[in-house]
């Protein structure tokens, strides 16, 4: 039972209000969702419960008098918004007069205020002054944001003028507004508009792409071989089909793929939400990657040192057709995903892939999240088949080179390590890819279905196939150079992991203490941007990181050859274009203060350079 303790009086609060619930021995900030009978109300932390009238109580905010004794008039909204108020608020900005709520036995309105006005768009934890009695407002905002609090400005007025006139007047400084009022207040569904603006060039880039890629990633495998590895000769095309595809390739990567699918929908693991998407809804996610990471590096340890299976053998003749396999598979699945998208409701569709283009939207993916009975392909594929497939070959290279040698090379051994240790902190914060631009923006199409299931598993193993096939060049690489590309690596993890693990504890425990004195900027969404630690340095402190590692994987195979380096060469590209693109949909998203953040933090990724 709920502990009772002298409750708030009784009043009759209407859907969508902002009250004061006692819940878990506490009073929490909540929104009512239904008042027919109880009262149906839903948490800031997003769970959904039901509470009598008597453990609800008014959210009342500090408001600043006015000269004259009205009552409270509920006004339309401003036409200009402050920066830092969402979109969704329904309080008015003006300076209310005093509420006499209990005339005539008319239900009670609740107070509305102005709201302090900060005197820098950047929040401190500082001269926090908002007023705590009677569960009055707090300052926490929404996704991933430390609230640390407002310096205010006392703004004195006598007359029923806009606050935001007074903050144009004061050099355009940032409302503080109480997350209370505008967290839990989602968009209200809304149809999906034709997409405008196209990417990579359209249908005829789409087009291309489809065709380059596949093609690239033959190039390197014919290119890069125990023959040859060079840009410069002609390699060798067999025109057989057996070169290309079998059977037993076929079986093999369908395997594969249903054992991480069945891996995936085992009742074992954590069940999460993710973030709200661009309806106001959340899915409902289950965090077991990691196990099944393990459980599939078991099972291959076991088939290949006690069975005496030669995976290993297998997997090294037949990577072309396993490839090929992939190309093909990832084309079906999209095949079908597509249809399927054309059944989808409007809501559920991908705002970046809803052109009316069939390959554009073929390509970027027609559906956001696209589920069949509850299992999330987008959400699976982006971790389990192609990251765990990956590090499956790279085990096969260093056996395959254990099992002809008797020992490994050091920069082999190296690279494996290096990769596997990416694959392990991917899937053991698995729940953190739950915040990125793939899951909760990105549509699943073409683009992903093929990154996920062909370009990753076989061409970032593509050092260490090199590493294999020509070990006299890798015997010759200098011990100093392995552990400068050691060092290097670790130094670029932990850039990575730090600056991911602040963007995720941001956004999810913004009252964490190591955001004590931390600084962020208010946005219009009720959303907060982080501008301290790693995310004070560059706007993209984990592409940083990120970028270090991709190096440290080549530099283990020396200087002799260009292909091996063809990754980090590539990667570069990838995440100039992604930062190139990130900042434009940010910008659309949070308005002037992306501005004032790129103001104060002018480089994407590398300080000083870009």
Not at 381 to 409: A, H, Q
Not at 560 to 569: E, S
Request: include cysteine.
């Amino acid at each position: 039972m709920m502990k009772t303790q002298s409750p708030a009086r009784i009043l009759i609060r209407r859907p969508g209000e902002h009250v004061k619930v006692y819940f878990g021995g506490k009073w929490e900030p909540a929104v009512i969702l239904d008042n027919k009978g109880q009262y149906r109300v839903k948490m800031d932390n997003g769970e959904v419960t039901t509470v009598a009238g008597s453990f609800i109580k008014v959210v009342k905010f500090t408001q600043s008098r006015s000269s004259s004794r009205g009552r409270v008039r509920l006004r339309s909204r401003s036409r200009s918004r402050s920066p830092a108020r969402s979109r969704q608020t329904k309080s008015v900005d003006r300076s209310p007069r005093r509420s006499r709520s209990r005339s005539r036995g008319r239900i009670p309105a609740e107070p509305l205020s102005a709201t302090p006005v900060a005197a820098a768009s950047v929040s401190t934890k500082k001269n926090l002054k908002v007023k705590a009695e009677n569960g009055a407002g707090h300052a926490v905002a929404s996704e991933g944001s430390t609230v640390a609090a407002t310096t205010e400005v006392p703004v004195k007025t006598t007359k029923r003028i806009s606050v935001r006139l007074v903050q144009v007047a004061a050099n355009k400084v940032t409302t503080w507004q109480p997350e209370s009022m505008t967290a839990d207040i989602k968009a209200p569904a809304h149809q999906v508009q034709k997409t405008k603006k196209r990417e990579f060039g359209g249908a005829v880039g789409v087009l291309a792409t489809m065709l380059l890629l596949p093609a690239v990633v033959m190039f390197l495998r014919l290119s890069c071989s125990k023959v040859q590895c060079t840009l410069w000769k002609r390699p060798h095309i067999s025109l057989s089909i057996d070169a290309y595809f079998n059977w037993q390739s076929a079986a093999v990567f369908a395997g594969w793929f249903l054992f991480q699918a069945v891996l995936a929908m085992l009742p074992v693991g954590l069940l999460v939400k993710g973030l709200p998407l661009h309806t106001g809804e959340t899915l409902t996610y289950r965090l077991n990657g990691f196990l099944a990471f393990v459980v599939s590096i078991v099972v291959f340890c076991v088939a290949t040192l006690y069975l005496n299976y030669p995976v290993e053998t297998f997997v090294y003749q037949n990577w072309m057709q396993l490839a090929c396999t992939g190309m093909v598979f990832s084309t079906l699945l999209s095949m079908l995903l597509y249809a399927k998208s054309r059944r989808a409701p409007n809501k559920a569709l991908n705002p970046y892939g809803n052109s009316g283009n069939v390959f554009y939207d073929f390509f970027m993916g027609h559906e956001l999240n696209p589920r069949f009975m509850n299992f999330d392909l987008k959400f699976f594929c982006e971790l389990r088949p192609g990251l765990i497939g990956w590090t499956i070959i790279n085990f096969c290279m260093v056996l395959k080179d254990y099992r002809e040698t008797g020992m490994p090379s050091y920069p082999l051994l190296l690279v494996t390590f290096f990769q596997f240790l990416y694959v392990f902190d991917a899937l053991y914060h698995e729940k953190s890819v739950l915040t990125t631009f793939d899951i909760t923006q990105e549509g699943f199409g073409w683009m992903l279905a093929f990154g996920d299931l062909v370009w990753v598993p076989f061409t970032y193993t593509l050092q260490t196939r090199y590493l294999l096939e020509h070990r006299e060049q890798a015997v010759d690489v200098s011990c100093v150079l392995l552990a400068l590309a050691f060092l290097l690596h670790m130094v670029g993890f932990w850039i990575f992991r730090t600056a991911n693990g602040q963007k995720d504890m941001f956004r999810n425990n913004p009252y964490a203490p190591a955001f004590a004195n931390m600084q962020s900027l208010p946005t219009p969404s009720g959303k907060r941007i982080l501008i301290s630690g790693w995310w004070g340095v560059v706007r993209k402190p984990n592409y940083l990181g990120d970028l270090i590692m991709a190096i440290c994987w080549s530099l283990p195979c020396g200087f002799g050859h260009l292909l091996p380096w063809f990754y980090p060469i590539y990667f570069a590209v990838l995440l100039v274009h992604r930062a190139v693109r990130d900042d434009a949909a940010c910008r659309l998203k949070y308005g002037a203060v992306w501005d004032v953040y790129c103001q104060r933090v002018k480089y994407r990724i590398i300080p000083y350079i870009f």
